[in-house]
């Protein structure tokens, strides 16, 4: 049901009970309610309000409370047309530049002191997902001996990412071989996405003629240069990168130990909120923060019932990656979505 299929006085009521429950985790009584929604009516016509609003859908009254609490559907109007969103208060911004910046420069640094810090401030878990690597520029690569069997190839790409491979060879090769080598891949790669070089690597390595152990070597690169150059992001091994989930554990939803063992399951696999993740990084459907909410059934998964999904893009250079927050439905939305969208522009500051 739409917003404007509730009347004024259903509306104001909806946004008292959420904002109840949301600070106390009570019930919301009519008495409450008709306190601080500052709408002028008695605890009976609230009472009866409530009915209507539980009625279509929006409330749920426990069996052991007269208090009613919100449903997934009041949470979602609530946050698409009954909240405002207003900027982190000075202190939380200045928190998050702090724990952010100081530290390395590299992604998964960055992401993680990201991630840990959303969390603390939001007391959600933070978590983050970094960029696919597919479309990241080559800036340059290294050949480096490791043994007289044994070259590391390290990459550096663009946005600071540097990954390492081995690779074996049959017999020694001189180092002048491999100082031609790498001369060769760097004149012939840079500038290329790893996809790109994947997928045209025999084009533009074939009509090369170095002579000697340089042949031999440069043949390990048409042969197996598809697999040297598939260079997953360490974060996608685990995928997501979690805050603390103890920060969780205090909260009332958690109480129960079914709902803290799919804490559990949901922190240690990953595998469902990392493609939660990769779904949001690849569709479009942010709302006018940027930030992309998700509220309990809408996920259409079990495991994540009674979680809301608060995240939202950054980018680091041509790649977007997801940042954001999963806590129990019962949120504080408005400082939890401008915190994450803040974090967001935070980031791809400094990954820019």
Do not use: C, W, Y
């Given at each position: 049901m739409a917003l404007h299929e509730l009347s004024e006085r259903e509306r104001r009521v909806l946004e008292a009970v959420v904002r109840s429950y949301v600070e106390t985790?009570?019930?919301?009584?009519?008495?409450?309610?008709?306190?601080?929604?500052?709408?002028?009516?008695?605890?009976?016509?609230?009472?009866?309000?409530?009915?209507?609003?539980?009625?279509?859908?929006?409330?749920?009254?426990?069996?052991?409370?007269?208090?009613?609490?919100p449903t997934d559907k009041a949470y979602r109007v609530y946050v698409d047309d009954l909240m405002r969103v207003e900027p982190p208060a000075a202190i939380d911004r200045d928190r998050l530049a702090e724990q952010i910046t100081g530290g390395g420069s590299a992604i998964e640094t960055i992401l993680r002191r990201a991630a840990q810090s959303l969390g603390v401030l939001t007391q959600e878990l933070g978590l983050a997902i970094g960029p696919r690597l597919d479309q990241t520029i080559l800036l340059r690569l290294e050949l480096v001996r490791l043994t007289s069997e044994k070259l590391i190839l390290v990459l550096t790409l663009k946005g600071g990412t540097v990954r390492t491979i081995f690779i074996e060879i049959r017999g020694?090769?001189?180092?002048?071989?491999?100082?031609?080598?790498?001369?060769?891949?760097?004149e012939r790669l840079g500038g290329l996405s790893l996809a790109e070089i994947r997928s045209s690597l025999g084009t533009r390595l074939r009509d090369a003629t170095p002579g000697g152990d340089a042949h031999e070597l440069l043949n390990i690169f048409l042969q197996e240069g598809e697999s040297l150059f598939d260079v997953a992001s360490p974060l996608e091994a685990d995928a997501v990168v979690l805050g603390q989930a103890s920060i969780l554990v205090d909260q009332p939803e958690f109480a129960s130990g079914e709902s803290m063992k799919r804490l559990i399951t949901l922190t240690e696999t990953r595998s469902e909120l990392a493609t939660l993740l990769r779904d949001r990084a690849s569709a479009p459907g942010a709302g006018a923060t940027g930030v992309s909410i998700t509220i309990g059934d809408e996920h259409g998964s079990l495991l994540l019932g009674g979680l809301t999904l608060v995240t939202a893009e950054y980018r680091a250079g041509s790649l977007t990656g997801v940042i954001g927050v999963i806590g129990p439905t019962r949120m504080p939305y408005e400082k939890v979505i401008s915190l994450v969208s803040h974090t967001s522009s935070l980031v791809s500051d400094l990954l820019t």
């Open positions: 985790a009570e019930p919301a009584g009519s008495r409450t309610i008709s306190r601080r929604s500052g709408i002028g009516v008695s605890p009976a016509t609230v009472r009866n309000t409530m009915a209507d609003l539980e009625e279509k859908g929006f409330l749920f009254h426990p069996h052991t409370s007269a208090g009613r609490i020694e090769i001189a180092d002048d071989a491999i100082s031609v080598v790498q001369q060769v891949l760097n």
